[in-house]
């Protein structure tokens, strides 16, 4: 059964700052996944919190909005069937030492913190967050 999907991508300041955007994004096309749309951007910290508000009550949810929001990110759709998943396992886990290998967390991930990618975990969260960057 089909099930084509749409998930936001994001590479995070530490890989964009290493110019992995373009080994990245090749490591999406060569797994079939299509990147609909692009762009980089440098989000102000106002706006990361907005982003990453379901972690609003944890205690790493400042270094995390003041980190996303420290340098250019580059953010995307991509499509794919099952991409939501899909996505989520080509990034690894969150924590790069505890990611499989092959995974891009695994491969460019410097610390928890610091784990290069980010993508969407739900359906529902997928389209708010593609929504967030990419309103019009
Ligand atoms: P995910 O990015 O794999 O979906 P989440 O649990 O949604 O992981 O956390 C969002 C982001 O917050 C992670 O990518 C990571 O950068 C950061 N983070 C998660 N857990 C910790 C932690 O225990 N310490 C510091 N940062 C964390
Ligand atoms: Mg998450």
Do not use: W
Request: hydrophobic content about 35%; aromatic content about 8%; some cysteine.
């Amino acid at each position: 059964m089909s099930n084509l999907e749409q998930t936001l991508s994001i590479i995070k300041p530490d890989a964009v700052e290493r110019n992995l955007e373009n080994e990245i994004k090749n490591i999406f096309l060569e797994n079939k996944f299509k990147i609909i749309k692009d762009k980089k951007i440098h989000i102000t910290k106002a706006e990361a919190e907005e982003f990453y508000k379901v972690h609003q009550t944890k205690p790493f949810y400042n270094d995390l909005c003041s980190y996303l929001s420290s340098g250019p990110i580059v953010v995307m759709i991509l499509e794919k069937e099952d991409a939501i998943l899909g996505n989520r396992k080509i990034m690894g886990a969150t924590d790069p030492k505890k990611a499989d290998e092959g995974t891009i967390r695994k491969k460019f991930g410097i610390s928890i913190d610091k784990n290069s990618v980010h993508g969407s975990d739900s359906i529902e969260n997928a389209k708010i967050e593609i929504n967030f960057f990419f309103k019009d």
